[in-house]
């Protein structure tokens, strides 16, 4: 067995005034890391998820989960989750050969690199702003959909940076794994990731009857004025993504079978397609024509 993730000596943790005094003791470390090693239930989750994945985690991972531990436990999530389901993952111990590259190699039933992110709530005039307590509000969708956009471009990015140094061949399938469960279920109607990737706007019911349909949207205005556009998926410059991999439940709150909670939404733009019936235990979503269709896993 590996070292447990959590290597502080945190006490066990029962009362809002024993964690607040957790994070006072551990002023330099992540509170989210810090609360899920001070409550026991907390830590034995992720545990159990950290001694499935360790083999597969790069030597960046201890010298960053503890100040980056959404993003880090989101990683861990998907290797377990991947490896549950009987995927084969390259281990680290031969990673540094390939030159780094994405966080997970899938290796067989079917080959793909996936890129880990977990976008936080940012620290601009375009920052998503923290839920108010005790009133009815409406989620800040432009604001998350900026951050969902600008985890996916950073990535796009990171995949032509991995291409031209070899690590990823012109063949290979590319996927973003997406986590936007820092703030829990964003939309009660359509997950944002759609939206972002496919240009979708508000639900319209029409005045003169009929059925309700949803508008389209192609960009959003910053706070400067300036657009940035979204329906990625629709954009050529994104064909080097296969799909992305999408959950609103952060690691703490998985469901009991691991992976019930994403989805994997195909590109229909994508140079290297994920292979029909791969990562078929997630929901799937691909454009068919002018519809999107879903999917369920199966």
């Known amino acids: 067995m590996n070292e447990p993730l959590f290597s502080d000596d945190f006490p066990a943790v029962t009362s809002n005034e024993g964690l607040a005094a957790a994070f006072a003791r551990y002023p330099n470390y992540d509170r989210y890391y810090v609360s899920s090693g001070s ?17 597969y985690a790069d030597s960046h991972f201890l010298g ?20 549950m389901h009987g995927y084969q993952l390259e281990p680290a111990a031969r990673r540094p050969s ?7 190699c899938v290796i067989a039933p079917t080959g793909a690199w996936i890129e880990a992110v977990a976008p936080g709530p940012g620290v601009t005039g375009d920052a998503v702003p923290p ?11 432009d604001q998350l959909l900026l951050r969902l956009t600008q985890a996916m471009d950073s990535k796009r990015q990171q995949h032509q940076h991995h291409r031209d140094s070899g ?3 012109a063949g290979d399938a590319y996927v973003v794994a997406v986590n936007g469960g820092i703030r829990g279920p964003q939309s009660a109607q359509l997950p944002l990731m759609l939206k972002c990737l496919f240009g979708i ?19 959003i205005n910053k706070q400067s004025g300036d657009p ?17 991999i999408y959950s609103e439940a952060n690691v703490l709150n998985h469901s009991k079978e691991l992976g019930a909670d994403c989805m994997m939404i195909h590109n229909p733009e994508a140079l290297n397609p994920i292979a029909d019936g791969a990562f078929a235990f997630m929901e799937q979503w691909r454009r068919v024509g002018d519809q999107l269709r879903r999917s369920p896993p199966r």
């Open 98 to 104: 390939r030159g780094g590259g994405p966080d997970i």
């Open 39 to 55: 409550v026991p239930d907390r830590r034995k989750r992720f545990e159990a998820l950290w001694q499935a994945y360790w083999p």
């Open 167 to 169: 690590v990823i061949g």
């Open 228 to 244: 940035v556009p979204i329906a990625l998926f629709e954009d050529t410059a994104y064909g080097g993504i296969s799909a992305a």
């Open 131 to 141: 839920d108010p307590v005790g009133q009815v509000f409406s989620p800040p969708e």
């Open 64 to 83: 960053q989960y503890k100040h980056a531990f959404h993003a880090r436990t989101w990683e861990m999530y998907l290797g377990a989750m991947l490896l």
């Open 201 to 219: 706007g508000h639900l319209a019911i029409p005045l003169s009857g009929g059925e309700p349909y949803w508008t389209s949207r192609r960009a």
